[in-house]
């Protein structure tokens, strides 16, 4: 996989840009951004519910979740989530506990199908598992990527808090904590990408395959991600006349667009694992 099939980057590249056309990523991104702002909030109730319920610094740790959706989303979207999230945690409950579990698994599962149909484009293959199989699958993926996620978020959150304690308990030097913590970010990024594996290697209808922890695809894919949502953030810090054009709407268009670069990127990384693929069999035969 790491040798690309044998092709040289500049062919995987070209056959990539290729085929991004031809599967209509640009629209499957549509539909994903779509799915993923009708998962978005119920699972962020599901985050306030249980920190409500299971902590005893509750407003803290809110403060610290929505200080990690900071670094990624641009600021007025950033704005819609925070002041959404604040009125879902005022009100948050066992009974809204339940209710975000269900419509998360549900909505989220249904962008997850839809990330395996545009997986079984990229591969060149048709869908032939039955509609309960298929959401049997995705209700799968959906729970192990929520925990490797929900394993990133809480590195970033809690890790912190724990090294300042072993640093103060044993006396560490300020340098050894401040290495600890410098390490947090690469470690959550690890965890997205090994979501992003999940889903390449068991979302597609493709047999024979080998797992693999870390793929060209979800490598690439990831820091796609990063960089399109670092470079979206500094575009609407220079231009951003969304909301002195639309009003509160903008806000609901930013977050649209952010959740349409994090489809697309997913599924870019799709396409790379795809033609290395294909190009391995290419040579094997």
Do not use: C
């Not at 929900?150 to 090294?163: C, F, K």
């Not at 870390?214 to 810090?237: D, E, K, M, Q």
Request: overall charge neutral.
């Amino acid at each position: 996989m790491w040798k690309l099939g044998g092709l040289s980057p500049w062919q995987l590249a070209r056959a990539v840009f290729r085929d991004i056309s031809v599967h209509n990523f640009f629209g499957r991104a549509s539909e994903l951004a779509f799915d993923f702002l009708f998962a978005l909030f119920p699972l962020l109730l599901v985050l306030l519910t249980l920190i409500g319920l299971f902590t005893s610094g509750r407003l803290d740790l809110q403060a610290d979740l929505l200080a990690y959706f900071a670094d990624f989303l641009p600021s007025t979207a950033y704005a819609l989530v925070n002041a959404t999230t604040n009125e879902l945690a005022a009100h948050a409950s066992n009974g809204k506990l339940t209710l975000g579990i269900l419509l998360a698994l549900w909505f989220a599962s249904g962008g997850v199908a839809s990330m395996i149909s545009a997986l079984n484009l990229a591969h060149g293959t048709r869908e032939a598992r039955s509609w309960l199989k298929l959401r049997a699958i995705s209700l799968v993926l959906t729970l192990f990527i929520s925990i490797f996620l929900l394993a990133a978020l809480l590195l970033v959150l809690v890790s912190g808090h724990v090294v300042d304690w072993i640093g103060a308990e044993f006396s560490l030097a300020p340098e050894a904590v401040a290495l600890w913590k410098a390490l947090q970010w690469p470690a959550a990024i690890l965890f997205m990408i090994l979501s992003y594996s999940l889903i390449y290697y068991f979302g597609p209808n493709v047999e024979s395959r080998r797992w693999r922890w870390i793929t060209p695809g979800s490598a690439f894919g990831v820091l796609l991600w990063l960089a399109a949502s670092t470079g979206l953030r500094i575009y609407l810090h220079l231009f951003n006349n969304y909301s002195a054009t639309y009003g509160s709407l903008g806000a609901v268009m930013i977050l649209l667009v952010w959740l349409y670069v994090t489809g697309f990127a997913f599924l870019v990384g799709g396409e790379i694992n795809a033609e290395i693929e294909r190009a391995a069999s290419r040579a094997a035969a």
